[in-house]
């Protein structure tokens, strides 16, 4: 078996392949997102890093936005509010970020980038375990849905779960939303 490191290099290199392929998959994300996801008052999104496709034109009805923030390396992110043309600022990682006077929200639904994922809810992420401290915070408070964002060619028979890695709910893709049912490995 492949370790997740080399797993992490391989889907590197293939997302930003498939990100030059598909320069319009962004725009066709929203066309995907289902019109019977639970309400939710605060969407998390996020800004996306190199060849990560943007999640920035999903918009659930009613809801507010909210984006990821690094306020250490190995801390869960926090979220908060974000409206367009609201200022950003580097984070602990340095991703552009809202500035701390944003309100600190917690998110109902997270859609989250990934690296790859599979049918069972399996998703490598980046491999600081960011979004997995997260979203075990979040769960452990209420229940959230957690959408991982990819391009299909994203796909694996199988993501290696280990027991902290947090499973996904769903997929959503440009070329389409897939529910899976969450279990732990």
Request: overall charge positive.
């Amino acid at each position: 078996m492949t370790s997740k490191t080399d797993l992490r290099a391989r889907m590197r290199v293939l997302r930003r392949r498939l990100a030059a392929e598909a320069p319009d998959a962004a725009g066709r994300l929203a066309s995907h997102v289902p019109p019977d996801l639970p309400q939710a008052g605060v969407v998390g999104l996020y800004h996306p890093v190199g060849s990560e496709i943007d999640p920035g034109g999903i918009r659930i009805a009613g809801a507010a936005v909210a984006l990821p923030v690094a306020v250490a390396r190995n801390a869960p992110l926090e979220f908060r509010r974000h409206a367009p043309g609201d200022p950003l600022v580097s984070d602990a990682f340095g991703i552009l970020a809202p500035t701390p006077a944003a309100p600190r929200v917690s998110p109902d639904i997270v859609f989250t980038p990934v690296l790859a994922f599979d049918r069972r809810g399996g998703r490598l992420g980046q491999g600081a375990g960011c979004y997995d401290r997260t979203i075990a915070e979040l769960r452990a408070a209420r229940p959230v849905l957690v959408i991982g964002v990819a391009y299909a060619g994203q796909e694996l028979p199988q993501v290696p779960m280990e027991p902290h890695d947090e499973p996904l709910d769903a997929i959503l893709t440009e070329t389409g939303f897939l529910r899976v049912a969450r279990e732990r490995r």
